[in-house]
C-alpha cells in the first residue's frame, strides 16, 4: 500500500511543552519492574499515542508502561501501550525516537483508564486551540 500524501492518524497530534515521560518495559521474568528513572521529552503526543525521544533502541511490539508528566499537573498520566516504530534522530542529546500506539481506553485489564482519555481531550484544547489563536496574530 503506497502512501499518498493524506494523513492517516486518527487523532490530531500536540505538542506539550516540557513534557515528559518515564517508561518500564514488561518482562515475563521479571515480578517487580521499574520504571527508569530519567525523564525523556516527549515530541508530541495524542489520543492513540505519544512520540518521544530516548538513548535506547525499543523493538517493534514491546509491551511498554509510561508515565507522562504535564507541567502543571500534580500527578503524572499513567498509559499501556505497544511500541510500534523506532527511528535515528539528528537530536544531539538523544539517539533515538520513539513511537507508541496506546492500548485501548476502558475497564478491562491492559487498557488504559478512561479518565486519562479525557484529561488528553483536555490538553487538545488547551494546546490546539493556543495554536490557533497564535496562528490568527498578524
Known amino acids: 500500500m503506497n502512501y499518498n500524501g493524506k494523513e492517516r492518524r486518527a487523532h490530531k497530534r500536540i505538542n506539550v511543552p516540557g513534557a515528559t515521560v518515564t517508561y518500564k518495559e514488561e518482562k515475563f ?6 520504571y527508569v528513572e530519567e525523564f525523556l521529552p516527549v515530541v508530541e503526543i495524542s489520543r492513540g499515542g505519544i512520540r518521544f525521544l530516548c538513548q535506547k533502541l525499543f523493538t517493534t511490539t514491546r509491551k511498554i508502561s509510561l508515565k507522562v508528566s504535564i507541567p502543571e499537573e500534580e500527578s503524572p ?3 499501556v501501550g505497544r511500541v510500534r516504530w523506532a527511528s535515528s534522530t539528528a537530536a544531539t542529546s538523544y539517539r533515538y525516537q520513539i513511537g507508541i500506539q496506546f492500548n485501548p481506553y476502558g475497564r478491562r485489564k491492559r487498557h488504559n483508564d478512561p479518565d486519562i482519555l479525557k484529561k488528553i481531550i483536555a490538553l487538545e484544547k ?3 486551540s493556543n495554536d490557533h489563536d497564535k496562528s490568527n496574530i498578524h
Open 29 to 34: 521474568f521479571l515480578s517487580k519492574e521499574r
Open 77 to 79: 498520566i499513567l498509559l
Open 126 to 128: 488547551k494546546f490546539l
